[in-house]
């Protein structure tokens, strides 16, 4: 297993109120990060404090819930233009009159009702 770096000197620990490069290394919110910079685009492989990468994760969690949003109304919206669709395919036959088969022609029913 590598060596886990230290912090940079001369910042002090929030937690622990010490110098960061003597006690980070140790805390369990010391870890490594990769991933790609939304803004530069450039690629991100730097260890630091969970605390301190809150924030940029954040702004990364919620720029995924709105591509998410935005995907699932697009499904929405296509999904109510096939039933609108439909519905006006359905009110259309519906409307026209009934036209007996080839060969035949239209009789007429009587209902009777006794009583």
Same mark, same amino acid.
């Given at each position: ?9 001369g ?35 730097s ?11 954040l702004?990364?969690? *919620?720029?995924q819930?709105?591509? %998410?949003?935005?995907?699932?109304? #697009?499904?929405?919206n296509? $999904?109510?233009?096939v039933? &609108? @669709?439909?519905t006006?395919?359905?009110? *259309?036959?519906?409307?026209?009159? %009934?036209?007996?088969?080839?060969? #035949?022609?239209?009789?007429? $029913?009587?209902?009777?009702? &006794? @009583?």
């Amino acid at each position: 297993m590598s060596q886990i770096p230290r912090a940079d000197p001369g910042l002090d620990c929030p937690v622990h109120r010490q110098p960061m490069e003597e006690v980070c290394h140790k805390c369990p919110w010391w870890l490594q990060v990769r991933g790609l910079n939304r803004n530069t685009g450039v690629e991100v492989d730097s260890w630091g404090c969970a605390v301190g990468f809150l924030p940029m994760l954040l702004i990364e969690n *919620a720029s995924q819930t709105r591509g %998410a949003a935005a995907a699932t109304e #697009e499904a929405r919206n296509r $999904i109510v233009d096939v039933f &609108e @669709g439909v519905t006006q395919s359905l009110a *259309a036959i519906a409307a026209k009159p %009934a036209q007996p088969m080839a060969g #035949e022609s239209a009789k007429m $029913i009587e209902v009777t009702t &006794e @009583g």
